[in-house]
């Protein structure tokens, strides 16, 4: 009914669904309900750090580059607590092969005790404390860099001006914090030109039809839009489900099939664990729905 008569739709992903769910909620926006308005709750500046690089994909590093490095420069992150798998090659190539390891945060990190050179900052001053390295980077022959969520709009843009000055192969790491964020992203889960933004969809008083699969964005706060129709798929009754007029229970990542991508890339493949009663996958959902209004999705 809200198509029927040309509503302003609003559609928010997760970072806890795979690969293949987020495809086909990303098909099912702007194919089946025609809108741009989809987004997910993100953490690092992924988006603006592809954007900043020409969307050239080769530069962004994986798991294994940091194991064989020449030099890494760690940025905004106690990398052991937040990414302890990535402190691990960072330490095993230090270890192993001698390389290089540089740190800027604001207070002691692991990372200090291998560092050749550790640097603080204050909260806000990341690249400063990054374009102070500039000297010791040059030298060396290539150079990976991870930071953290601080860094984030013109700082990811400024971040690779200062790689390119250093006249050595870059490559960066963007740290982000939820388990399937980056395949969230490269899925299809961000706003088109002209489409809405997770926090302008809150904020539209004009929204006529929200749906939330597994995210909890009215944790904290309101949607702006009162009388919106709101659809949640979600395993546990969120502040977000409490407001919703329909609930649709969904398994858990330990309940279905799949694939997600890690913060470097590679794909991982979930099997299900156990068979629950009573809930469905979020596929399974996004496959009954579209049935039911009669869609033919090209994910």
């Not at 400063?128 to 930071?147: D, H, K, M, T």
């Not at 889960?189 to 302008?200: D, F, H, K, Q």
């Not at 919703?244 to 309940?255: G, K, R, S, T």
């Given at each position: 009914?809200?198509?029927?008569?040309?509503g302003?739709f609003?559609?928010?992903?997760?970072?806890?669904?795979?690969?293949?769910?987020n495809?086909?909620?990303q098909?099912?926006?702007?194919?089946?309900?025609?809108?741009?308005?989809?987004?997910?709750?993100?953490?690092?500046?992924?988006?603006?750090?592809?954007?900043?690089?020409?969307?050239?994909?080769?530069?962004?590093?994986?798991?294994?580059?940091?194991?064989?490095?020449?030099?890494?420069?760690?940025?905004?992150s106690?990398?052991?607590?937040?990414?302890?798998?990535?402190?691990?090659?960072?330490?095993?190539?230090?270890?192993?092969?001698?390389r290089?390891?540089?740190?800027?945060?604001?207070?002691?990190?692991?990372?200090?005790?291998?560092?050749?050179?550790?640097?603080?900052?204050?909260?806000?001053?990341?690249?400063?404390?990054?374009?102070?390295?500039?000297?010791?980077?040059?030298?060396?022959?290539?150079?990976?860099?991870?930071?953290?969520?601080a860094?984030?709009?013109?700082?990811?843009?400024?971040?690779?001006?200062?790689?390119?000055?250093?006249?050595?192969?870059?490559?960066?790491?963007?740290?982000?914090?939820?388990?399937?964020?980056?395949?969230?992203?490269?899925?299809g889960?961000?706003?088109?030109?002209?489409?809405?933004?997770?926090?302008?969809m809150?904020?539209?008083?004009?929204?006529?039809?929200?749906?939330?699969?597994?995210?909890?964005p009215?944790?904290?706060?309101?949607?702006?839009?009162?009388?919106?129709?709101?659809?949640?798929?979600?395993?546990?009754l969120?502040?977000?489900?409490?407001?919703?007029?329909?609930?649709?229970?969904?398994?858990?990542?330990?309940?279905?099939?799949?694939?997600?991508?890690?913060?470097?890339?590679?794909?991982?493949r979930?099997?299900?664990?156990?068979?629950?009663?009573?809930?469905?996958?979020?596929?399974?959902?996004?496959?009954?729905?579209?049935?039911?209004?009669?869609?033919?999705?090209?994910?």
């Open positions: 009914e809200v198509k029927a008569r040309g302003v609003g559609v928010v992903g997760s970072t806890r669904t795979t690969n293949e769910e495809l086909l909620l098909a099912f926006a702007r194919q089946g309900l025609e809108t741009d308005n989809i987004d997910h709750r993100r953490s690092g500046d992924l988006a603006g750090l592809l954007a900043a690089l020409g969307w050239r994909k080769e530069r962004l590093a994986t798991a294994s580059d940091l194991r064989h490095a020449p030099a890494m420069l760690i940025a905004a106690d990398l052991a607590v937040q990414h302890p798998l990535l402190a691990f090659q960072v330490r095993a190539n230090w270890r192993h092969h001698g290089h390891v540089y740190s800027v945060a604001r207070g002691p990190v692991r990372e200090d005790l291998i560092a050749t050179r550790s640097v603080r900052v204050r909260r806000g001053g990341e690249m400063e404390g990054v374009e102070s390295l500039g000297g010791l980077l040059r030298q060396e022959a290539g150079l990976v860099i991870l930071f953290g969520d860094i984030q709009g013109v700082g990811v843009r400024r971040l690779v001006e200062f790689g390119d000055s250093l006249g050595i192969p870059v490559k960066y790491v963007c740290l982000l914090d939820r388990p399937n964020e980056r395949g969230a992203l490269e899925s889960l961000a706003p088109a030109a002209g489409g809405m933004t997770l926090e302008r809150l904020c539209a008083p004009g929204l006529d039809a929200l749906w939330v699969v597994g995210a909890n009215l944790r904290g706060r309101q949607l702006a839009s009162a009388s919106a129709f709101l659809v949640v798929q979600d395993m546990f969120t502040e977000t489900a409490r407001r919703a007029d329909v609930v649709l229970p969904a398994a858990c990542a330990y309940e279905k099939a799949g694939t997600v991508t890690s913060v470097c890339g590679e794909t991982q979930l099997a299900p664990a156990v068979a629950a009663m009573g809930v469905k996958t979020d596929l399974e959902i996004l496959e009954l729905l579209a049935k039911m209004m009669g869609l033919n999705l090209d994910p």
